[in-house]
T-cell receptor, first 113, second 114 residues
Framework: AQSVTQLGSHVSVSEGALVLLRCNYS??????LFWYVQYPNQGLQLLLKYTTGATLVKGINGFEAEFKKSETSFHLTKPSAHMSDAAEYFCAVSGGGYNKLIFGAGTRLAVHP | GAVVSQHPSWVICKSGTSVKIECRSLDFQATTMFWYRQFPKQSLMLMATSNEGSKATYEQGVEKDKFLINHASLTLSTLTVTSAHPEDSSFYIC??????????FGEGSWLTVV
């Protein structure tokens, strides 16, 4: 079985500051890990994913995440926040390939001037 | 990239009626589709997994007789909310997977039951 824990339901940063959104997972098989962003009243947009290979993955809009097996973590970072980054972010895990995704509770990112 | 389309985007129905939401993969054949439900300001909850030509597999706690899922073709899955009640009001999102490939999400469908 798989599960995801996102630490911090709300994160607030200043424009230009580092963004760090935390995600820890549990999986009985090698996981595939995903970060999605959701803007109000919209669907999900894939930011990045880890399947196999390089543990540091780069996504769209300057985001990246590092898969750390020893820490069972897949934290999302961006060096410099932009106002347009304000949204809800979901970490998700699937076990054994592209199977059903189990989502974390989400982290709402606020960016203030 | 691949596109998954949901229809309708918004629907309002009267309590006691049924409503159907469609999920289509527009440029690929989706061997598997997933249906999620999202309450306001909450995460996505997986409702069921449907494979083309077979019965859907429902997650624990999801009423299969209330949420009818049909995956009759490789490009279309439907979710029918039967005898809808106000507590069924939610955001419903589908996702589709091409064999061995990544998963693509639809834009979601807002259901309001009045």
């Amino acid at each position: 079985a798989q599960s995801v824990t996102q630490l911090g339901s709300h994160v607030s940063v200043s424009e230009g500051a580092l963004v760090l959104l935390r995600c820890n997972y549990s999986s009985s098989v090698p996981p595939y890990l995903f970060w999605y962003v959701q803007y109000p009243n919209q669907g999900l947009q894939l930011l990045l994913k880890y399947t196999t290979g390089a543990t540091l993955v780069k996504g769209i809009n300057g985001f990246e995440a590092e898969f750390k097996k020893s820490e069972t973590s897949f934290h999302l970072t961006k060096p410099s926040a932009h106002m347009s980054d304000a949204a809800e972010y979901f970490c998700a895990v699937s076990g054994g390939g592209y199977n059903k995704l189990i989502f974390g509770a989400g982290t709402r990112l606020a960016v203030h001037p | 990239g691949a596109v998954v389309s949901q229809h309708p985007s918004w629907v309002i129905c009267k309590s006691g009626t049924s409503v159907k939401i469609e999920c289509r993969s527009l440029d690929f054949q989706a061997t598997t589709m997933f249906w999620y439900r999202q309450f306001p300001k909450q995460s996505l909850m997986l409702m069921a997994t449907s494979n083309e030509g077979s019965k859907a597999t429902y997650e624990q706690g999801v009423e299969k007789d209330k949420f009818l899922i049909n995956h009759a073709s490789l490009t279309l899955s439907t979710l029918t909310v039967t005898s809808a009640h106000p507590e069924d009001s939610s955001f419903y999102i589908c996702s589709a997977r091409q064999r061995g490939d990544t998963i693509y999400f639809g834009e979601g469908s807002w259901l309001t039951v009045v």
